[in-house]
């Protein structure tokens, strides 16, 4: 009857203290204000409300205390109608700021009308007793307004009463004699391994545990967190991985846990790592239900790690931070030999780990020294201050080339020398900005000469010739007519025309129409990068037309004096007959003709055998 009363006190007093907590929690839910006072309760926000202390609630769960750290659980409401930024938590109470776990790290997101969660992890001296509470400081920055903080008070249950009296319920003291021990069994006697996997994979963890009293009674347990991988080797993908046991246990009884959704960390190297579980319990006879605790480790095998690339001394390389050229650009489509240009080019720091600093950028060409160089006498060499983490930064640089410049693509360089910002260590790069260099095209043509008279459907000669007076070669010269009934009797192809040479073009056309026939020559060529141009010279002519030969009776064969396909026995009625006989015919005419029209074949070919000769003298 005494145990019963005793435990029915204990119980009492312990609803008494649960009210009183509750009672305070209630006068100030989240603590927050100007300072760590204030009782007004928080007013319920206006839904889509910009973002302010008053649109925040933060609810703190059961903390997780290892040997040297606090694993406090917390979850932050944002019920304004814009995002909030979480930049930090500071312990006001030790002065000094509190960190997040690696899988809710700050500053945090939290958008409109929605919750994160927030695995803080505090520090403490190891000499704590009883209840500590800590004043934590949350700093806020909305999207639109001015940064705010809310504060928190934090309880933290280290397990023992300082003053050594009141209730002890929920409280957790260390077991002088331990209660379980790790069994190499499970309860149907089957052999319990060692949990085993590589980096990046899943694990299941097995737990056996033989109690070593009687009487226990509501069995948790717990892996002890930490951000380093030697002592918890897996990710961290929840806030709470607590597995509890109700009923129970008796001397000797074998219980599992199992804990099957572990996963490796990617980045655990190889080796044996040792891990921590906190055992607590409460024993049966105990009135004041004060919960007892442990701490077993178990070792995990990695067989494939991550590994660290080496230098080949053995040595760890460091990240070298690098500067590009990103983009770039010239101020005109063509520039030609003599003319100013810019170049505006765009650096890109490709680091999002270090900036870069005193970054010094000498220009120079690569291909030949003059050709390429600053314009109104400006220096070759740029400074620019820093460039941060994965920023850009734009220049313009004025240029200029020799007016004696091919005409050809050039190679400007660009030779970077930078420090990174953390570690002061010098870098050199290089990148290359192509120039196109053009020089102006510059043609003189003759007025075309025609040799021959024109006449329909006959061959006829002319000639004009052409004047390369620019710095470039002309490429794939071609000559072609243009005009009503005129055409080339082939085509004429020049090819290249060399820096001050000259083509001749000599060619033939064809008139198919009589009369004054205005028409053009046409030039066409290229510069050297393949883009046509045109040259055209007027051309007038005066085609005469063919003999008519529509009476065959008038064409005189001029070895028998007869005419062609008429009839020899009729007489020339103007030729007088003497004795009643035709007279004969008359040859002195014939003759004379004959000889005019050779007289013209001879010059003719004379004219063109000289032509000939001219060009060939040339």
Known sequence: ??????????LALALIFTFALSTAAFANPNGSGEGEGGGAITPTPTPGAPASADSITITVSGATISATHIYIPVTVMNASGEAVTLESVYNKTAGESVGSDASSPLPMTIPANSSREVLLTDTHSGSNSGTVTRTLVFSFKPDSGSSFTKYQNVSVDFGVDVNGGGSNEGNTTEAVDPAFRLSSYDEAGEFVPAPSGNAGKGVVVRIPLQCLRSNISNVTITPVLSTSLDSFPFEISALDY???????????????????????NKM??????????????????DATNTRQSMTISIYVNVIKGYEEATNPDGTKPVSKPKVILDSYSISTDKIYAGEQFDVKFTLRNTSDEEAVQNIQISISDTAEVGKLMPANNGSNTLYIAKIGKGETHTETISMQSAPDTEAKAYTLQLDFSYEGASNVASYTATETIAIPILQRIRIKVDE??????????????????????????????MVDVEGEGLAMEETYFGGTVAAGSTMRADFSIIPSVGGDIAGEIVITYEDVYGEQMEERLPLNL???????????????????????????????????TIGGQTGGFPWVWVGVGAAVVAAAVVAVILLKKKRAKELEDV
């Open 448 to 477: 075309p000469t025609v040799y021959d008279d024109p006449w329909v459907g006959q061959s006829c000669a002319l000639y004009f010739a052409l004047y390369n007076m620019g710095k470039a070669p002309i490429y794939n010269c």
């Open 542 to 576: 005066f085609v005469n037309e063919e003999m008519p030969m529509d009476d065959p009776g008038a064409m005189i064969d001029p070895e028998t004096g007869m005419p062609i396909g008429g009839d020899p026995g009729m007489a020339d009625p103007g030729i007088e």
């Open 242 to 264: 607590t597995q509890g046991l109700a009923g129970s246990l008796y001397r000797g009884a074998i219980v599992e846990f199992r804990y099957s959704g572990f996963k490796l």
């Open 1 to 10: 009857m005494n145990h019963t009363l005793k435990r029915t006190l204990a």
């Open 268 to 285: 655990v190297t190889a080796g044996v790592k040792k891990v921590d579980f906190t055992i607590s319990w409460l024993e049966d006879w």
